[in-house]
């Protein structure tokens, strides 16, 4: 399966998306150059985390703005896998492919450290290799990952069951305490309605080996691969 | 009124903080008087900072060679050989005096410009460290600080997207008016892509990246800019802005243009800016170079040479390119958004001349920039030391309640957890953090190998104020220790000495037998100093600061599944103390946090035995003997029992109780919390046990069974017997409840 990542100037998980990928999934990759516009017939995009353009305004508002971002707005539009992590999911957030906002986190502090993450939704191509209830070991590493949407907004996304993972604790209880940036009912990540576009906070590409502290990454990973294989069949 | 016009007074000499006999020589070297552009130039590479004039004759005394040194002192960064055709390049750096007047700023272009240092010699960093000294945490003023400086090494280090790993911080009275941040960083090369700052080749285009040229940092000892110009009335600030996302376009450039060999040299505008890089790259490459200034990038109107010549401002580089190249350096950095100008050319005439529209503002030999007179001051113990060293113990009453000493210690912000710190630092981006912060030594996997490199900066309490030899000796003993503890083998190191004025003889005397401490310890262990930094003149209005010297040590695994973290494992598992437990209270953090008292002899250290514990901790990581092993050093081996109870909480770990006995004759309290050296607590599995128990008597390390791994409780003989939750608890919150 063949992926591309986009690289802003100031990405800098891109190097991280790239190795769980390609030397921990096996699979192909590509980096796709802010700049450029072709994505290069990739079978999921991925929007890596960072500090793109250097924050500068707001998170994610300037890339929104650049060429490759664009071509993600056409490929997502067309139904193709789009996953946003961390400045990625603000980048698509900003860009308008996914509701809702990041803001400042409660503690008013950038927060660095492993987290636990409720697999609420497996019903999408981006969890179906999880089970419903699964608890998955994710780093976090953001100053702005505090999840925000209007209440209306938070009708529609529960409605069409768009809240993909939830914060909780190590045994899956998702409480106050175990919510670690003060995201509105500890959201970690959501999907679109069309469920092809998926964003989180906490990293997948940081935690593909036990030996930097998770390989519950993987999961994610591997439910991408599944439905891509699913897809050809 | 032009620079060059102003007359050089014996006024503008002084406040140029350059001495007569200082400026007679430049006279002699020039053959006539320089003007004041030069005079600014000399004044910048001749200051403490970038000349050395105080310390260079004891900084020659140091170890700086061994097989695998590939760089040593001189350069941006030290580089070490570390197999299969990769290197490591690493170095630390005070920002102690910037960081003290604008914390944020201060700190933050600390972190820019030891990255800077980095990746200018082709590497790519891969980790960043620091080690930062206030006064009590109870003062406001310090919590702001505090406050500033973490928050300016976080935004810095996570925006460019390096891990900062590993770290310290201490608090002490003698850093109430004067804190000290000091940042290091490593990095990654591949031998054929080593590059230095050297000039070379006749009439090879000098090229100016990154950022602007603005006022900002010019050398504040200068003059009230309104006597340079009429022009600029501003008023000049002597610190530095930072833009991490600037400096992470310029990395990348940076990394680009060198690795796609496009260039002779290159070199960052960091202390003393383009005046700096010039004449270093031009002296080291045996050359001369001419650069115009009219033609350097500049954020605002009306800079004079001098100005333009002594700005600090941040995210710069000047680089040689081959003959050829210049048109691909100009298109990658266009590629990266940032301003390239050709400034200028490499000459064979060794002068350092600046033009400005063509006209002649600065000539000079770049050589002689670059070697500051070299001063041996006066020096003289302290009587103080005496004292300190006559100190009788026996004074002191041992505290009767050892339980509550423990408690009152585990929320010392000293000792406590610094966990409040370094979850503000994004310490697992790049995905090759194998040991998080929170453990002796950080460990950094080489992707593609299986290569691991171990790291840790340290300085200690107050051992250094009542001993600097001794004290010095045990910094680096035990930033060696961290590093044998994680199972790796020390290989290098790089030191920043943070001292006050050498111009007082008691300063220079510390000074003096601290380079003489850290000299012998490293010649112990086979250790080369690969470079690093002195910052002195750190002064409080009632005298100058403990004397401070920080060392970052580098550790190699062949095989970094070798590696050992500090906390207990598996319940059953034996656990052992390496080493003397010893009843010693001297300079220990109970002494002065429980008695409230400074002083007493420090520990002493015998460099042999220390060695010895170094090699038994290696060899039994190596061999997989160890589950755990813990450097026990601050706070004592309570503290130390206490932390490999509940650490593991840093990496997801359940905590683990023991049950140990109290070995040794003599003080309880000695015993609990006196801090002996040379020791380290580790745990095996019973069916491991005796093995390590025959290495450590082989390589003749004493050892004590303390006991076993189990419960919840953690229990010392008769004198502790507390809940491993309550102490973890304290330990870990103790920082987080100061700040909130």
């Known amino acids: 399966m063949r992926f591309s990542v986009t690289v802003f100037p100031g990405s800098n998980c891109d190097h991280d998306c790239e190795w769980v990928i390609k030397d921990v999934m096996g699979q192909d990759v590509e980096m796709v150059w802010h700049k450029e516009t072709d994505l290069r017939k990739p079978d999921c995009v991925v929007v890596p985390g960072g500090f793109s353009y250097g924050d500068y305004l707001r998170t994610g508002a300037i890339a929104r703005f650049s060429p490759v971002m664009k071509s993600v707005d056409e490929f997502a539009k067309k139904g193709g896998l789009v996953i946003g992590i961390c400045n990625g999911f603000q980048i698509l957030c900003e860009a308008g492919l996914l509701p809702g906002a990041l803001i400042r986190n409660k503690s008013l502090q950038f927060s660095c450290r492993n987290v636990y993450n409720l697999v609420e939704r497996t019903d999408t191509p981006f969890t179906g290799a999880c089970q419903k209830g699964q608890v998955l070991k994710l780093p976090i590493a953001h100053g702005e990952g505090s999840y925000f949407i209007d209440s209306e907004g938070m009708k529609k996304l529960k409605a069409n069951n768009q809240v993909v993972v939830r914060y909780c604790d190590e045994t899956g209880q998702v409480t106050p305490g175990s919510n670690p940036n003060g995201s509105l009912e500890n959201i970690a990540g959501i999907c679109n309605e069309k469920r092809n576009v998926f964003g989180l906070m906490p990293h997948p590409d940081r935690s593909g080996e036990d030996m930097i502290g998770s390989h519950d990454g993987q999961y994610i990973w591997k439910s991408i691969i599944k439905s891509f294989a699913g897809a050809a069949r | 009124m032009t620079t060059a016009e102003i007359e050089i007074t014996p006024k503008i000499i002084k406040e140029h903080g350059l001495k007569p006999d200082e400026y007679d020589r430049i006279c002699t070297i020039l053959g006539r008087k320089p003007n004041l552009t030069e005079l600014g130039v000399y004044s910048v590479m001749w200051s403490e900072h970038c000349g050395y004039k105080h310390s260079r004759a004891l900084l020659k005394t140091l170890p700086t060679k061994g097989p695998t040194v590939l760089q040593g002192p001189g350069e941006n960064a030290g580089i070490m050989d570390i197999g299969e055709g990769w290197a490591v390049a690493f170095k630390v750096e005070s920002h102690n005096h910037p960081s003290a007047i604008e914390p944020y700023q201060g700190a933050a272009t600390g972190v820019g410009g030891i990255l800077r240092d980095i990746f200018t010699m082709g590497s790519r960093p891969i980790a960043s460290l620091n080690s930062l000294r206030f006064g009590p945490l109870t003062d406001p003023k310090v919590k702001r600080l505090f406050t500033g400086v973490v928050r300016g090494i976080a935004d ?320 680096v003993a035990e930033s060696a220790r961290n590093i044998a503890c994680s199972g790796a083998q020390p290989i290098g190191m790089t030191d920043c000495l943070n001292f006050g004025s050498p111009e007082k003889p008691e300063v220079f005397y510390y000074l003096d037998r601290a380079i003489a401490g850290i000299g012998d310890a490293c010649r112990a262990f086979n250790i080369p100093i690969t470079g690093g930094n002195v910052s002195l003149y750190n002064e409080n209005p009632t005298g100058p600061i403990d004397p401070s010297p920080i060392v970052g040590m580098m550790g190699l695994f062949q095989d970094v599944e070798t590696r050992v973290t500090q906390w207990f494992k598996n319940d059953g598992d034996q656990v052992y103390l390496l080493g003397e437990i010893g009843n010693t209270i001297g300079g220990s953090r109970y002494l002065q946090v429980i008695h409230g008292k400074k002083t007493g002899a420090c520990p002493r250290l015998d460099l042999k035995v220390e060695l010895a514990l170094h090699k038994v901790l290696i060899q039994a990581a190596g061999q997989k003997l160890l589950q755990s092993a813990h450097d026990c050093s601050d706070g004592g081996f309570a503290i130390a029992l206490a932390e490999c109870c509940f650490t593991g909480a840093t990496h997801e770990a359940k905590a683990k109780g023991v049950k140990s006995s109290l070995p040794g004759k003599g003080r309880v309290d000695g015993r609990l919390f006196g801090e002996t050296q040379s020791r380290a607590i580790v745990s095996c599995k019973p069916s491991d046990a005796e093995k390590l128990e025959s290495l450590a008597k082989q390589l003749g390390v004493p050892f004590e069974k303390l006991g076993v791994v189990g419960g919840d409780k953690l229990i010392i003989g008769d004198a502790i017997d507390v809940p491993v939750s309550t102490a973890g608890d304290l330990f870990f919150t103790a920082i987080e409840k100061m700040m909130s």
């Open chain 2, 156 to 475: 810095y280090g996570n925006c460019m997207g390096i891990p900062t790993v590993a770290g310290e911080v201490l608090f002490d009275e003698s850093y109430s008016e004067n804190c000290l941040v000091n940042a290091m960083s490593v990095g990654l090369v591949r031998h054929e892509q080593i590059i230095r700052g050297r000039a070379t080749g006749v009439n090879n285009p000098v090229i100016y990246i990154g950022a602007t040229t603005g006022r900002d940092g010019i050398h504040g000892a200068t003059f009230a800019s309104a006597e340079i110009t009429d022009e600029s009335t501003e008023k000049r600030s002597a610190v530095q802005v930072a833009d991490p996302f600037m400096e992470k376009l310029l990395m990348e450039a940076t990394l680009e243009l060198i690795h796609g060999e496009l260039l002779v040299g290159i070199q960052d505008m960091g202390a003393a800016g383009l005046t700096c890089s010039t004449c270093e790259m031009a002296s080291r490459g045996g050359a001369g170079i001419e650069i115009d200034v009219a033609k350097v990038p500049k954020r605002e109107k009306g800079m004079t040479p001098y100005e333009i010549l002594l700005s600090e401002s941040q995210e710069r580089m000047l680089l040689v390119a081959k003959p050829g190249c210049e048109q691909k350096v100009h298109d990658i950095l266009a590629k990266w958004d940032l301003h390239a100008a050709t400034i200028g050319f490499v000459t064979d005439t060794g002068r350092m001349v600046v033009k400005e529209n063509g006209k002649v503002v600065v000539d000079v030999p770049a050589e002689s920039l670059t070697e500051a007179p070299v001063y041996h001051p006066a020096k003289s113990e302290p009587a103080i030391l005496k004292k300190h060293r006559e100190f009788d113990e026996s004074t002191v009453p041992v505290a009767p309640d050892h339980q509550a000493v423990l408690m009152k210690l585990l929320v010392d912000p000293t000792l406590a957890s610094k966990r409040w710190v370094y979850h503000q630092y994004d310490h697992m981006v790049r995905s090759n953090t194998l040991i998080r912060p929170g453990s002796d030594a950080a460990v950094i996997r080489v992707k593609g190998t299986k290569l691991g490199l171990a790291m840790t900066i340290d300085g200690i309490g107050s051992y250094c104020a009542l001993d600097p030899y001794e004290g010095a000796k045990i910094v």
